[in-house]
């Protein structure tokens, strides 16, 4: 999709960021295209995948069989049935075979989920010590889903209608048959067990869109391996591809009670990974997600926590990566998670910038946040692809549409309120320098 | 009666939509009285779609019936009953934008490559891409507010 324009090229645009919107008329990503840039960002598709193996699975888990137990002290004890569930994406008998890999757990997470950084020891030991996936970030990406809800498609307004309450009850009801006093304590707060359920399709929207991000990931990580990517706009055209291959994916949630199959959400609602999981996820989580809690201080009257939830601007594309690498909080749990699976070709890199081992994952971390302006680029492009016209369109009316996109796009990252133009990152990713 | 199926059926070019309208359940739908104005992407407009595309959704018949519902419009529009009209809802449910300027007929980012092919259920008009719902950030965008 890379096209050079000519004949019909428009007028240099006057946008603050002229520079990357000329990029991405030229079909190139709000990263620049260097070699030092796609390393780090492949380098952390990678680590990032491996996890991301653990939390799809570990959420469609809860999301099935967990349900709505009362004290879950072990829904991060994954079942070999769920470590062992193929992926629609990858495999001898995936559904489209988006990774020529296995179907099942990755290797290195197996490895790890045996070891951990410490030693081989019964489960409950690393859960205990923390030696384990952080979980936790996954949870927090779909608490973010579901505190923003509204930010499209039709998964979110289903949650509200009659139809799902009456399949939240059934399911309820069944899951509580054999429990009085939980069936007495739906009686009384029939709203929260329905927002608890609402909460646990949440969990299976998220688990689903990460089934596919998976596999993309690892076989991006292949191909350059190979040398088949060799530019950042090559990675980011793979991504454009992979999200037109997959958007029909059906998103749905079903659980599992006592050998039954309970269709909270049917495949046959017809909604879509494209619609109702990507879009949503990007953003409730790459742009607004929440302030962190408990670590970091906000001053409401300076408006740093904006009024309107619909304004947050906490997600990776604003992220500062050093304040937030502090103990506990979701980013760097996740940081923490990628560092056991950097390739080596990063951790050689790393040792010899800035602190080398001391802050490796402040460093994974920006080159994290450079991966995920990759990944937005490529949404950006999917949706201009999909709604607009080619980049190398004859008619300059069609190619004005697709500025006033692109404009409109990088326009969120220009946005004085609150001062998110000075948080968004879109500025400090155009230089090799910003580690 | 020549239904807009029968159209589609004995006339070269559309045979991926066939394909598809069949593997969706929708040929009866789209042979009973109506009528309906259906704006039919060609084989050449599946093809710009990148591969993989299709094979999703040729698994998934309800999404794939939600992509293609999306493409019919309940009632009998000719191109000139379109002048001045600035949308349509389809059956899918969300609205599709059109432009009709002079000889340009665009539906979202369509174009209309042969309007007005009559059936005894309706009318179709023939598009050269695969037109996609638009989520609710796209207007806020191209209007360049920040949402």
């Known amino acids: ?435 | 009666m020549t239904t807009i199926v029968d159209i589609a059926v004995n006339n070269a070019g559309f045979s991926t939509l066939v394909t598809a309208v069949t593997a969706a359940n929708l040929v009866e739908a789209l042979q009973s009285p109506g009528p309906f104005t259906v704006f039919a992407p060609n084989d050449a407009a599946f093809a710009k779609l990148p591969s993989g595309t299709i094979t999703t959704l040729v698994q998934n018949i309800p999404q794939l019936a939600r992509i293609l519902t999306y493409h019919v419009v309940a009632g009998r529009y000719t191109k000139e009953d379109l002048i001045g009209v600035k949308s349509l809802t389809s059956l899918e449910g969300s609205r599709i934008d059109l432009n009709i300027l002079n000889d340009d007929f665009e539906v979202n980012n369509a174009t209309v490559i042969a309007p007005n092919i009559e059936a005894d259920n309706g009318i179709i008009h023939v598009i050269d891409t695969v037109i996609l719902m638009r989520p609710d950030w796209f207007l806020p965008i191209m209007d360049g507010n920040s949402i």
């Open chain 1, 1 to 435: 999709m890379t096209t050079t324009l000519t004949g019909t090229a428009l007028p240099p645009s006057k946008h603050e960021f002229a520079d990357i919107i000329h990029r991405l008329e030229a079909g190139g990503s709000m990263l620049p295209d260097t070699k030092e840039n796609l390393m780090q960002i492949i380098g952390l598709y990678k680590a990032y995948a491996v996890p991301m193996d653990f939390y799809w699975r570990n959420l469609l888990y809860i999301a099935e069989r967990v349900f709505l137990e009362p004290l879950p002290f072990f829904k991060y004890f994954l079942p070999t049935e769920y470590l062992e569930l193929q992926n629609h994406y990858a495999g001898d008998n995936a559904d489209l075979r988006i990774w020529r890999g296995t179907g099942s757990v990755h290797p290195e997470l197996k490895a790890f989920m045996e070891k951990g950084e410490t030693m081989k020891m019964p489960k409950i030991f690393h859960h205990l010590w923390h030696d384990r996936i952080n979980m936790e970030f996954a949870e927090e990406c779909m608490r973010a889903m579901l505190w923003h809800r509204g930010m499209g498609g039709q998964f979110d307004p289903y949650l509200d209608t009659d139809e799902y309450k009456a399949n939240a009850d059934k399911a309820i009801r069944a899951y509580f048959k054999f429990n009085p006093v939980m069936m007495g304590l739906y009686q009384l707060f029939p709203e929260m067990f329905l927002e608890q359920v609402r909460q646990m399709s949440y969990y299976s929207n998220l688990g689903l869109f990460w089934e596919v991000m998976a596999p993309v990931f690892f076989e991006m990580s292949d191909l350059y391996d190979e040398g088949k990517i060799s530019t950042v706009p090559e990675a980011m055209n793979f991504l454009v591809n992979g999200i037109f291959a997959i958007a029909g994916r059906p998103i749905y949630h079903h659980v599992h009670i006592r050998g039954e199959v309970y269709e909270l959400i049917p495949k046959s609602k017809g909604f879509t990974w494209l619609y109702e999981a990507a879009f949503p996820y990007v953003e409730a989580v790459f742009y607004r997600t929440s302030p962190f809690r408990g670590t970091k201080s906000y001053n409401a009257q300076a408006g740093q926590v904006p009024l309107e939830q619909k304004d947050f601007y906490f997600g990776i594309l604003y992220a500062d990566v050093f304040p937030v690498g502090t103990a506990g909080i979701p980013p760097t749990l996740l940081m923490q998670d990628m560092l056991h699976f950097l390739p080596t070709y990063l951790i050689e890199y790393y040792s010899q910038h800035c602190r080398g081992q001391d802050d490796m994952l402040i460093q994974l971390g920006i080159s994290f946040q450079r991966s995920m302006y990759n990944v937005t680029s490529a949404v950006i492009q999917a949706g201009r692809s999909a709604f607009l016209y080619p980049l190398d369109d004859r008619n300059p009316e069609h190619l004005w549409a697709n500025r006033h996109y692109f404009e409109g796009q990088l326009n969120r990252f220009s946005n004085p309120n609150y001062g998110m133009n000075k948080a968004a990152r879109l500025e400090m990713i155009q230089n090799q320098e910003y580690r």
